[in-house]
Nanobody, 124 residues
Framework: QVRLVESGGGLVQAGGSLRLSCAVS????????MGWFRQAPGKEREFVAG????????YYSDSVKGRFTISRDNTRNTVYLQMNSLKPEDTAVYYC?????????????????WGQGTQVTVSS
């Protein structure tokens, strides 16, 4: 059983920063590409960022490129999302997801495991 637990969400003012973490309970974390997705109220879930197995390749949606950074620590079974220069439109529930032997740029339906999500609210 693979379990993903997100943390680090909260309320922040526009222009501020937050760092999300996703701890993955699995024996072979380095076999999973990881992704961050988000879902705002009334909207479909969307891709935010992805990272490959080793962490050498990262991918971002246009809306967060240059502001967000995804990284992973394979010794700690954890993936991070550093979010800077936050905007009110970044308000959403953020989910991490794991894709076994993936690339980090797969579509949502290819991810095998999902966390429960963490709320990020950016006030104007």
């Amino acid at each position: 059983q693979v379990r993903l637990v997100e943390s680090g969400g909260g309320l922040v003012q526009a222009g501020g920063s937050l760092r999300l973490s996703c701890a993955v309970s699995v024996r072979t974390f380095s076999s999973y590409a990881m992704g961050w997705f988000r879902q705002a109220p009334g909207k479909e879930r969307e891709f935010v960022a992805g990272i490959n197995l080793s962490g050498s390749l990262t991918y971002y949606s246009d809306s967060v490129k240059g502001r967000f950074t995804i990284s992973r620590d394979n010794t700690r079974n954890t993936v991070y999302l550093q979010m800077n220069s936050l905007k009110p439109e970044d308000t959403a529930v953020y989910y991490c997801a794991a894709d076994i032997l993936g690339t980090g740029r797969a579509p949502e339906y290819e991810y095998d495991y999902w966390g429960q999500g963490t709320q990020v609210t950016v006030s104007s």
